[in-house]
């Protein structure tokens, strides 16, 4: 049994278990990662179980790789969803150039490459793309998807590594996570925290000092000179949690702990039990999750892209993997509150 990644030690971060291959003489690393490749070795037993070591445990630390726009969203309260990695998958990758073929928006033409960073709430809360649970992600075509391909095997399209890749269940937005982390790569392997999550003020603490103050002109919208950027639109998701028999909003800190969500310490007490909360829907017979709506209009994802649910809904590919539309209210079905809960 062999650890993959230059600089991982067996056992190192039991929130980050390695990623690891039987290796032998008649199965190299580079075998390996040709396999990965191949649309040929989806259903292998032993690619398969090389994957499924590819762990996601409470608190392991999750990386998105964004564009510059994207970071705009986050900085204005977009929350974690699509295609992403465990962060442990992607540490020797440190050049912009390496992390920009990673980018969900299909372009990587930046001296600069941005990502959002935080710690899981829930292993519930990821998918393997083209797994049962997203069987449709792998035969989508090229005229309508946005990025990379999906190969099928569990693994990131590339030419010299072997990384494993999630999605959000079922496409969802996942609440962010204190002490989220927006981060900038520039050449010369340097990665520079810009902003951090502050859940009780719902924004964004900036971190980034006048060295790479620079760095933030490159966002749209973004002033250099601001120090807390408070996020101006309610994402789709949000936690709730109990103590006794009220329910209040929650927040969540992996690995352990998990509160009520309140401005001053004395009353942020931990909460009981814990779910993430949003809205469903079917439109079409396509389930979606309900991101907006007023009292005609609903913004919508779909929960499981494939052919036939967006040759039905017209749903437009945004980025890598997450098609929405927007639907007249009064044609949705089964509209209901979902509550997702977590095993505390």
């Known amino acids: 049994m062999t650890v993959i990644g230059e600089d991982s030690e067996l056992g190192a971060d039991p929130l980050d278990p390695p ?31 090389i994957r499924a070591t590819a762990a996601i445990r409470r608190g392991t630390r999750m990386i998105k790789v964004l564009s510059a726009a994207q970071v705009a969203g986050h900085l204005g309260g977009w929350l974690p969803y699509g295609f992403c990695y465990r962060a442990c998958d992607l540490a020797h990758l440190r050049e912009p150039d390496q992390l920009a073929l990673l980018r969900t928006d299909g372009a990587g033409d930046s001296s600069v490459t941005f990502a959002l960073r935080w710690r899981a709430v829930d292993p519930i809360d990821y998918e393997v793309p083209a797994s049962p649970a997203q069987p449709g992600l792998a035969a989508l075509p090229a005229h309508s998807r946005v990025g990379a391909m999906v190969l099928g095997t569990g693994f990131s399209p590339s030419t010299d590594d072997l990384i494993p890749e999630y999605v959000t269940a079922g496409f969802a937005d996942l609440p962010m996570p204190a002490n989220a982390q927006l981060l900038a790569y520039v050449p010369g392997g340097d990665e520079v925290v810009l902003y951090t999550y502050q859940p009780e003020q719902h924004g964004w603490l ?74 469903q829907a079917m439109w079409r017979g396509v389930a979606a999750w309900v991101l907006q709506r007023d009292e005609t209009w609903a913004r919508l994802r779909l929960v499981r892209p494939e052919v036939d649910g967006i040759g039905t809904t017209g749903a437009r590919c945004y980025e890598r993997g997450v098609y929405e539309a927007w639907a007249p209210v009064d044609e949705l079905a089964d509209h209901h509150i979902a509550d997702i809960a977590y095993s505390l």
């Open 19 to 49: 990623l690891m291959a039987p290796l032998r003489r008649d199965l190299s690393w580079q075998q390996v990662q040709s396999m990965s490749q191949s649309v040929s070795y989806r259903e292998d037993a032993g690619l398969r179980r």
């Open 206 to 279: 900036r971190l980034a000092g006048p060295r790479w103050r620079n760095l933030l002109g490159e966002i749209p919208g973004a002033s250099p000179d601001r120090e807390y950027v408070p996020c101006t639109a309610a994402g789709s998701a949000r936690l709730v949690g109990r103590i006794d028999d009220k329910e209040y909003e929650a927040v969540a800190d992996p690995p352990g702990e998990f509160r009520v969500r309140a401005l001053t310490r004395a009353a942020r007490y931990p909460v009981q039990t814990l779910s993430r909360r949003a809205e």
